[in-house]
């Protein structure tokens, strides 16, 4: 009803009333209101309907060493495709789950030849494509975090975030631009007054990434309504569905690999925060967990 932020005032106000009751001696109050506040933590809610769509969630355990070095592109692939399989007892419609950055591909076309031959496989974003529809096989959806560039004239000026869907013939039918960027990962805030002072992204790349619209649900036929959430996005209490539209399900590809021990936790955590406000299954997909 209220989320995260006022569950959170209500917990602090709930820790000071409870050690102000016994401050006072009083005893059976206290007493009292803990068991109360126990048994509203856990009474059972009940069980939301089961599923019937099958997916193929792939972790593939890519550190970002993997990910940044080109001649990883390719035993890359072959990992997440390996990983992709359908597995032989099953014929059914499914989605395969791919996390964040983990396709250096370029995956539409018109953008100048040069950024192709230095990232896409084949050179050719249909030749790309083709072969991640071989991958996912019949009656399967590919949904895969990679990126997108703003082009103008012969150079690219930005590039967005994004999470691509990919039929079974090696169509884009679907997407999603992230729009709770990073800064100092994704962009450079007030990069003209910073930039002069040396500072840049944290990140390797020089052009900004630009922001998507924010929620947005992604019809996908026989296979759901999903809605998508790239990485951190997850954290945005009441801020990660569309109201007017709402999803079957989540979809939130990442990479948690930067953030060492105690970062993919709280991250999970998070989301399965998002999961109980919404009311909605949430599939992480991350590039060396917690999926």
Same mark, same amino acid.
């Given at each position: 009803?209220?989320? /995260? ?5 209500? !917990?602090?106000? #709930? ?8 401050? =006072? =001696? ?50 890359? +692939?072959? !990992?997440?495709?390996?990983?992709? !399989? ?30 192709? &031959? &230095? ?8 030749? &790309? ?12 959806? #590919?949904?895969?975090? /990679? ?10 000026? @930005? ?28 962009? #450079?805030?007030?990069? $003209? ?22 929620? =947005? ?36 590809? $990442? ?12 991250? +999970?955590?998070? @989301? ?12 992480? &997909? /991350?590039?060396?967990?917690? $999926?």
């Amino acid at each position: 009803l209220t989320g /995260t932020y006022a569950l959170s005032g209500l !917990a602090a106000v #709930l820790s000071v009333v409870l050690v102000d009751q016994g401050l =006072r =001696r009083e005893w059976m109050r206290a007493g009292i209101a803990s068991a109360l506040l126990v048994v509203a933590m856990y009474w059972p809610m009940g069980e939301g309907e089961q599923g019937t769509l099958d997916y193929t969630l792939v972790q593939p355990d890519f550190d970002q060493d993997t990910l940044n070095d080109p001649r990883q592109y390719e035993p890359g +692939f072959l !990992a997440l495709a390996a990983l992709s !399989a359908r597995p032989q007892h099953e014929d059914a419609l499914r989605l395969v789950l791919w996390p964040e950055g983990v396709l250096p591909d370029y995956l539409r076309e018109g953008y100048p030849q040069r950024y192709y &031959a &230095a990232t896409t496989a084949g050179r050719d974003p249909v030749f &790309a494509r083709k072969r991640i529809a071989r991958v996912i096989g019949d009656d399967s959806l #590919l949904l895969t975090g /990679t990126i997108d560039l703003e082009v103008e004239g012969d150079r690219a000026v @930005a590039a967005y975030n994004v999470v691509t869907v990919v039929d079974d013939e090696g169509r884009i039918v679907g997407g999603y631009r992230k729009a709770h960027l990073v800064p100092y990962g994704e962009y #450079l805030p007030l990069r $003209s007054w910073l930039e002069p002072l040396g500072l840049s992204r944290l990140v390797a790349g020089s052009i900004d990434f630009w922001p998507g619209p924010g929620p =947005r649900t992604v019809d996908l036929g026989t296979h759901g309504r999903a809605g998508l959430q790239i990485c951190y996005e997850i954290i945005f209490s009441g801020q990660v569905v569309d109201r007017s539209d709402r999803p079957d399900y989540i979809v939130n590809p $990442s990479i948690d690999g930067w953030f060492g021990a105690t970062g993919p936790p709280q991250h +999970f955590a998070q @989301a399965r925060m998002r999961a109980i406000e919404e009311g909605l299954p949430v599939l992480r &997909a /991350t590039t060396t967990g917690i $999926s």
